[in-house]
């Protein structure tokens, strides 16, 4: 039988022995070098990056300066909203072209069979036929100028339907038949009867107030988006063009 010194020194022996056969496991890494992102070299652009920023280049350089002048109007249009919100004359001047689409809305979600779908239609339906056209012009085309118009169209749609949810309980706003909501039977005043029929009638004020919000910052997205798609051609695309490395 061992006694405890030796016992001690065995086990500092075994210890050491085992120190000493440890196995390293070493881990090899591949180094890369760095590569910046440039501008004109879109084709190294992380995928969603190009999806957004990536505008197609211009046909004829009078082109710019059409969208240049648009852009202009665009942003003149955009001004009195962000001040004024839904009592811009810009929004009372878009309300006749945006209330035949809000009219069509209702007999196209009519065929859900659902009253409050219904109802809801008309303002769904005139926020989203501008989308229509904003994908029509982002996805293929790769047209991010005429993209953001289009998308400022669903947004400024959006701050049309403002004072419609603002309306909901107190009902003074006349209505295309003529009287106020609070003179037609139930159902009459659209977004009254689709708060009063999910419950959320007392909270019409704030979510009038959301939709400007979203309404506000959406157009300055997009106004932001155009201004991009124009600086891109004149500081980059041009010079691409110039020098034949535009794919």
């Not at 210890?15 to 879109?42: A, F, I, S």
């Not at 995928?47 to 197609?56: K, Q």
């Not at 419609?164 to 706003?173: G, I, S």
Request: net charge negative.
């Amino acid at each position: 039988m061992l006694s405890y010194e030796e016992r001690i020194a065995k086990m500092g022996d075994t210890k050491k022995h085992n120190e000493d056969n440890v196995t390293l496991n070493l881990v090899q890494t591949n180094y890369r070098e760095h590569q910046t992102m440039r501008l004109n070299e879109p084709e190294k652009w992380p995928a969603a990056l190009r999806l957004f920023l990536f505008p197609r280049r211009l046909g004829i350089q009078q082109s710019f300066w059409f969208r240049l002048a648009s852009f202009v109007v665009l942003v003149s249009l955009s001004v009195p909203i962000f001040f004024k919100e839904d009592k811009a004359w810009v929004v009372d001047f878009l309300h006749s072209i945006n209330l035949l689409v809000h009219e069509a809305g209702h007999v196209v979600f009519r065929i859900f069979g659902n009253d409050v779908i219904t109802s809801m239609g008309g303002s769904l339906f005139q926020c989203m036929v501008p989308l229509i056209f904003f994908f029509a012009l982002w996805i293929k085309p790769r047209d991010l100028f005429g993209a953001a118009v289009a998308l400022w169209w669903s947004f400024e749609n959006v701050m049309d339907v403002v004072p419609y949810v603002a309306d909901a309980l107190p009902m003074k706003l006349l209505l295309i038949n003529g009287v106020t909501g609070a003179e037609t039977p139930y159902g009459g005043h659209d977004w009254n009867f689709i708060l009063c029929e999910l419950g959320y009638i007392v909270y019409y004020e704030e979510i009038a107030h959301a939709l400007s919000v979203i309404a506000r910052i959406g157009i300055a997205l997009c106004i932001m988006w155009a201004a991009w798609s124009l600086c891109y051609y004149w500081f980059v695309q041009r010079s691409m063009v110039k020098n034949q490395i535009y794919d």
